[in-house]
T-cell receptor, first 116, second 111 residues
């Protein structure tokens, strides 16, 4: 049982480059989300999705795009990387109740991104 | 080494003592609260949760207390062990389905 799988584990980009961080889960979870974690800032929500075809913005969405074409996958795209996007990125998933409400998030092991 | 959490508040506790980690949440509409533990180089792990219709919930060696009046959450760890050394985060969730995390507290165990 793989849980939440993130690739790559490490990535170095030059300013202005674009890339996609991959996230896949095999638990049939409806809810998926992306966070970034910076020193002293905790985890900040970038984008989230309550099901296939539905995405919404979190606390810090600027500079990032997401799509949710399948239940399993929730890729995060950096359109034009900036040094301010240097961070550790975590993908997470959970069950979600149709009437509203969540269950605990399961996290991947993170992608450490450096933008020079 | 791990650079995440360099500037977090730190709680130092003697091994075997009880630890209490506090969290103030911001949204009075939040109705679901979760505590996570994060060890160096790993993603956060679920510890315990509580919904707003309760004010206390117990797990194995852990207890979560919720005070909705003052928007305060606490995590109590009984008989703290070296393996409890980590960064602890509280998170809140409300009707908008966003799950928002607090800034975290580093728990340091003294031998």
């Amino acid at each position: 049982n793989a849980g939440v799988t993130q690739t790559p584990k490490f990535q170095v980009l030059k300013t202005g480059q674009s890339m996609t961080l991959q996230c896949a889960q095999d638990m049939n979870h409806e809810y998926m989300s992306w966070y970034r974690q910076d020193p002293g800032m905790g985890l900040r929500l970038i984008h989230y999705s309550v099901g296939a075809g539905i995405t919404d913005q979190g606390e810090v969405p600027n500079g990032y795009n997401v799509s949710r074409s399948t239940t399993e996958d929730f890729p995060l795209r950096l359109l034009s990387a900036a040094p301010s996007q240097t961070s550790v990125y975590f993908c997470a998933s959970s069950s979600h109740f149709p009437q509203g409400g969540n269950s605990p998030l399961h996290f991947g092991n993170g992608t450490r991104l450096t933008v020079t | 080494g791990e650079s995440v959490g360099l500037h977090l508040p730190t709680l130092s506790v003697q091994e075997g003592d009880n630890s209490i980690i506090n969290c103030a949440y911001s949204n009075s509409a939040s109705d679901y609260f979760i505590w996570y533990k994060q060890e160096s180089g790993k993603g956060p792990q679920f510890i315990i949760d509580i919904r707003s219709n309760m004010d206390k919930r117990q797990g194995q060696r852990v207890t979560v207390l919720l005070n909705k009046t003052v928007k305060h959450l606490s995590l109590q760890i009984a008989a703290t062990q070296p393996g409890d050394s980590a960064v602890y985060f509280c998170a809140e969730s409300g009707p908008d389905d966003k799950i928002i995390f607090g800034k975290g507290t580093r728990l340091h165990i003294l031998p």
